[in-house]
């Protein structure tokens, strides 16, 4: 990418980071339920393949039953099944918070890791995870969570070519600055979810609609 066109992306990020706050709001966080770092990061894991509203369903039962992150260490996955046999892919999350459970016991005296390097060696962590816990329970800002609003969001605003989680996270983190990688990705989720979303396209009722390139109302 030659500096021009990284210089005109970058100016029009900040134009869309500036209406999605005044749309949206500056301060918005994650819609997982949680009251602590183990509890996000259970509630994130969770919600791989799954939507947040039913990852709070889930939850909501489960975080009243198993509190701390020794208790999770304490029990086995199959224990789990019950409490988040409705969620996709429930056998190997279960096998998966129970095993970075006992991680995080046995190695970080049973506090949940505060960077990404610490983070993505928890069994079933990925960088996606571990930028949602960093910046939402400690307000660490390492990198950009990216989810599908967020691809979706970017390939039609054209700051990426490409549809793979990393390569867009790279990509955001050249253009913005570092103070925007952790409101970027709810900016996004946000305009996802309201007139940007994978299937269709609401352009008449989007506040980027004068400026992002895909709109169908320029």
Same mark, same amino acid.
């Given at each position: 990418?030659?500096?021009?066109?990284?210089?005109?992306?970058?100016?029009?990020?900040?134009?869309?980071?500036?209406?999605?706050?005044? *749309?949206?709001?500056? !301060?918005?966080?994650? /819609?997982?339920?949680?009251? =602590?770092?183990? @509890? %996000?990061?259970?509630?994130?894991?969770?919600?791989?393949?799954?939507?947040?509203?039913?990852?709070?369903?889930?939850?909501?039962?489960?975080?009243?039953?198993?509190?701390?992150?020794?208790?999770?260490?304490?029990?086995?996955?199959?224990?789990?099944?019950?409490?988040?046999?409705?969620?996709?892919?429930?056998?190997?999350?279960?096998?998966?918070?129970?095993?970075?459970? *006992?991680?995080?016991? !046995?190695?970080?005296? /049973?506090?949940?890791?505060? =960077?990404?390097? @610490? %983070?993505?060696?928890?069994?079933?962590?990925?960088?996606?995870?571990?930028?949602?816990?960093?910046?939402?329970?400690?307000?660490?800002?390492?990198?950009?969570?990216?989810?599908?609003?967020?691809?979706?969001?970017?390939?039609?605003?054209?700051?990426?070519?490409?549809?793979?989680?990393?390569?867009?996270?790279?990509?955001?983190?050249?253009?913005?600055?570092?103070?925007?990688?952790?409101?970027?990705?709810?900016?996004?989720?946000?305009?996802?979810?309201?007139?940007?979303?994978?299937?269709?396209?609401?352009?008449?009722?989007?506040?980027?609609?004068?400026?992002?390139?895909?709109?169908?109302?320029?």
């Amino acid at each position: 990418m030659d500096n021009s066109a990284t210089a005109k992306k970058c100016h029009m990020l900040k134009i869309v980071v500036a209406k999605l706050k005044r *749309k949206y709001g500056a !301060n918005l966080r994650t /819609s997982l339920d949680a009251s =602590s770092p183990w @509890e %996000l990061l259970v509630a994130t894991m969770l919600s791989a393949q799954s939507q947040d509203k039913q990852v709070n369903v889930v939850t909501k039962d489960l975080f009243k039953k198993y509190h701390s992150v020794e208790d999770y260490a304490s029990i086995s996955p199959k224990q789990l099944y019950s409490q988040i046999g409705s969620l996709g892919l429930y056998k190997n999350k279960a096998k998966n918070i129970v095993a970075s459970a *006992k991680a995080i016991v !046995n190695n970080f005296n /049973s506090q949940v890791p505060q =960077s990404m390097d @610490e %983070l993505i060696l928890l069994p079933g962590v990925g960088r996606k995870t571990a930028n949602v816990v960093l910046y939402n329970a400690f307000h660490i800002r390492e990198g950009i969570a990216i989810d599908t609003h967020c691809i979706t969001v970017s390939g039609r605003l054209k700051i990426t070519r490409s549809s793979r989680p990393e390569v867009i996270e790279s990509d955001l983190m050249k253009l913005l600055p570092k103070k925007e990688w952790g409101e970027i990705t709810h900016l996004f989720i946000a305009l996802g979810r309201d007139t940007c979303t994978a299937k269709r396209k609401l352009c008449a009722r989007c506040t980027l609609k004068n400026i992002c390139p895909s709109s169908d109302c320029k």
